[in-house]
């Protein structure tokens, strides 16, 4: 079965603060896995899509990377803002199906 | 470019009515939309996949005749919650892409919520 985790279910976190999202996914035959922003009662914003074949994918503050073998990606956020509070889905879109699977979201509070 | 539009962006319903929400494409044309529902503090769940001018295909324990699909144009398609229950409220986001192609990348409205009394 295709699943994709992610922990923590909520991080809260001072300014200025390094951070680092998890996910994992069962299945390695992913086509990309991506990386979302919701801000409450919002929809989704893509922030990083990493292809299969890639390892990592950078855009400003935002780091993310992936491991097909070890079933990981990560999303690093450097120097962290109170305007990066939301919650943060990773999605595996899989060959099979052509399918994106979310994860549950980690929610991140980030205090001034 | 690549936006997609929500119609309406929140509806309250009385419980036992059907209510329509509407996924657009402003500016491009659509051959495949996704619908997804969300519940509070949980992930997006595919609900189906419509290509234009095709009958929609729902995931595993998704009822069709309670959450009807069309998807008539390249710019629209549009859910259907039959005979709305307190259970149904819910976040729900359409997505759309170009094509059916796994490489087409998907294109999120900002959802409606729908609360049913």
């Known amino acids: 079965k295709q699943e994709v985790t992610q922990i923590p279910a909520a991080l809260s976190v001072p300014e200025g603060e390094n951070l680092v999202l998890n996910c994992s996914f069962t299945d390695s035959a992913i086509y990309n896995l991506q990386w979302f922003r919701q801000d409450p009662g919002k929809g989704l914003t893509s922030l990083l899509l990493?292809?299969?074949?890639?390892r990592e994918q950078t855009s400003g503050r935002l780091n993310a990377s992936l491991d097909k073998s070890s079933g990981r990606s990560t999303l690093y956020i450097a120097a962290s803002q109170p305007g990066d509070s939301a919650t943060y889905l990773c999605a595996g879109l899989y060959n099979q199906g052509g399918k994106l699977i979310f994860g549950q979201g980690t929610e991140l509070s980030v205090k001034p | 470019g690549a936006v997609v539009s929500q119609h309406p962006s929140w509806v309250i319903c009385k419980s036992g009515t059907s209510v329509k929400i509407e996924c657009r494409s402003l500016?491009?044309?659509?051959?495949?939309m996704f619908w997804y529902r969300q519940f509070p503090k949980q992930s997006l769940m595919l609900m189906a996949t419509s290509n234009e001018g095709s009958k929609a295909t729902y995931e595993q324990g998704v009822e069709k005749d309670k959450f009807l699909i069309n998807h008539a144009s390249l710019t629209l398609s549009t859910l259907t919650v039959t005979s709305a229950h307190p259970e149904d409220s819910s976040f729900y986001i359409c997505s759309a892409s170009r094509s059916s192609a796994i490489q087409e990348t998907q294109y999120f409205g900002p959802g409606t919520r729908l609360l049913v009394l």
């Open positions: 500016d491009f044309q659509a051959t495949t």
């Open positions: 990493i292809q299969s074949s890639q």
